[in-house]
C-alpha cells in the first residue's frame, strides 16, 4: 500500500522560496505517476504540477517559471521547489500518487505573507 508523507511547508514572505518534500513507500516510485495539488482556504483543491514515469514535467501556467516538480528515485521522494512565492499561494499542499485509486498525503501549510 502506497504511502505518502509531505514535509517543508512553513510561512514565508512573499518573493521567498520553500521546497516541498513528499516520502513514498510501498509503490513503484520510479515509475509511478506523482503530482502535487492545492487547496486555498474556501477554494476546491487544484492541480500544480506533476511528473511522469518518463519524467516529464507539468506545471500550470499560475506556477510555471516558479515552481518545479522533480523526483529522487534513490529517496523515494518528490519535491516542489517554489520560488518566488506570492500570497496567492497560500494553501495546503498535497502530494499525491496517480492511479485507478489516487493515493493523497496528508498535506503541508504553505502560507505566503505580503
Known amino acids: 500500500q502506497v504511502q505518502l508523507v509531505e514535509s517543508g511547508g512553513g510561512l514565508v514572505q512573499a518573493g521567498g522560496s520553500l521546497r516541498l518534500s513528499c516520502a513514498t513507500s510501498g509503490g513503484a516510485f520510479a515509475i509511478d505517476t506523482m503530482a502535487w495539488y492545492r487547496q486555498a482556504p474556501g477554494k476546491q483543491r487544484e492541480l500544480v504540477a506533476t511528473i511522469s514515469s518518463g519524467g516529464r514535467t507539468n506545471v500550470v501556467d499560475s506556477v510555471k517559471g516558479r515552481f518545479t516538480i522533480s523526483r529522487d528515485v534513490a529517496k523515494s521522494t518528490l519535491y516542489l521547489q517554489m520560488n518566488r512565492l506570492k500570497p496567492e499561494d497560500t494553501a495546503v499542499y498535497f502530494c499525491?500518487?496517480?492511479?485507478?485509486?489516487?493515493?493523497w498525503g496528508q498535506g503541508t501549510q504553505v502560507t505566503v505573507s505580503s
Open positions: 499525491v500518487h496517480i492511479s485507478t485509486r489516487p493515493v
